[in-house]
């Protein structure tokens, strides 16, 4: 800092902090409204992913089948590829990883870095309840779902949607000030 | 309001706060945020919203609150915080105010000149003081905002308005004269 600026700011910091309480009145409500910004409600927020993540999720099957669904009737797909490399049971887990990693972090940058904060202090709960809804939506649309490969495919989309949340909110933070 | 928090040092406040608690938030608002909008309402008049600039404070707090070492004074880091979000809202400001101020160039280029050095007091005796002394300064002693705004007490940017408000109103002076003068 030059001498001439550092010589303001000490003088602008000593008028800032002679400042008496009562000097001025904050406007009723401007608090309220700052903390809907800063804390914004997690299940709201999350009502916001579930939605996009639904899209993406639907758009990524034609990427990667999951439990045999495959309503673009690809025939690449990249379950073929996990199930190569690594045989069945290890295909679930990164079926499941590939699954939330990829969908629920493309609909995280949809996200400001203040709703990524609300998403990540319950980042277990949500990523939990989002892999359950996207069994129950695997289900509903066919798929035939059994028991070890569940299990498998749930740990996979735990790790992944743990990841995705981590991975997006790092990035942002790289990029927000 | 947590009654625990009160007794806490803004510090101490701050280290909660970095770890996601939200009435150690809360506490610190209450305590400066008056503090910040009395700073801000001063050096922001007629220039932005202070409410809108005190919003933005906290949000710059919020992003930043990792960035904040605990053993550092708060107040010091708070008020950088503070000026560097005033400044930049003064600065874009400034910009959307770039075409009004090019205006005012041409205006300038209007006056003729010996307008101005043949009987500056008569057309200064039109403003009101504060006007006609940035004017003054600014024309007749050809001194630059920063040495106006030194020498009044305030910013650069309230100088360069006191001014551009002179020379609006001379402006409107002139055409009115040069009415009159083509009607006679």
């Known amino acids: 800092m030059d001498p001439n600026e550092k010589e303001k700011w000490l003088m602008e910091f000593s008028e800032f902090s002679n400042i008496r309480s009562d000097e001025s009145q904050v406007p009723p409500g401007l608090f309220k409204k700052l903390k809907k910004r800063l804390f914004p409600n997690p299940w709201m927020v999350f009502g916001k992913i579930a939605g996009i993540h639904a899209v993406v999720g639907y758009l990524s099957l034609a990427v990667c089948t999951q439990f045999g669904l495959n309503p673009f009737e690809t025939n690449q797909s990249l379950t073929n590829w996990f199930m190569k490399i690594a045989g069945h049971n290890f295909c679930m887990l990164l079926c499941g990883l590939f699954f939330m990693a990829t969908t629920y972090g493309l609909s995280n940058l949809f996200l400001n870095l203040e709703e990524l904060e609300a998403i990540r202090r319950f980042e277990w709960l949500q990523t939990a309840i989002m892999g359950l809804v996207s069994l129950a939506a695997f289900y509903f649309f066919g798929a035939e779902l059994v028991g070890t490969f569940v299990i498998l495919w749930a740990i996979g989309a735990l790790i992944g949607g743990i990841l995705s949340i981590e991975g997006s909110y790092k990035l942002r933070r790289l990029f927000t000030v | ?184």
Request: proline fraction near 4%.
């Open chain 2, 1 to 184: 309001m947590h009654e625990h928090l009160r007794a806490k040092s803004d510090e101490e406040l701050m280290e909660a706060y970095q770890m996601g608690s939200t009435p150690a938030f809360e506490m610190i608002f209450e305590r400066h945020s008056s503090r910040i909008m009395a700073f801000l309402s001063k050096r922001m008049v007629q220039k932005g919203s202070p409410e809108d600039t005190l919003q933005e404070v906290f949000l710059k707090l919020h992003r930043s609150k990792h960035l904040y070492e605990k053993n550092l004074p708060f107040l010091p880091w708070l008020f950088s915080i503070t000026r560097s979000v005033m400044l930049d809202s003064l600065k874009k400001r400034n910009l959307e105010d770039a075409v009004e101020l090019e205006e005012l160039d041409r205006l300038e280029a209007k006056i003729p000149e010996s307008d101005l050095s043949q009987s500056p007091d008569e057309i200064l005796k039109l403003l009101p003081e504060a006007q006609r002394n940035v004017v003054t300064m600014r024309v007749l002693h050809e001194q630059t905002f920063e040495e106006i705004a030194s020498k009044l007490s305030t910013s650069p940017e309230n100088a360069r308005q006191i001014f551009s408000r002179g020379i609006k109103k001379m402006r409107t002076a002139f055409a009115r004269k040069e009415d009159k003068d083509g009607s006679k």
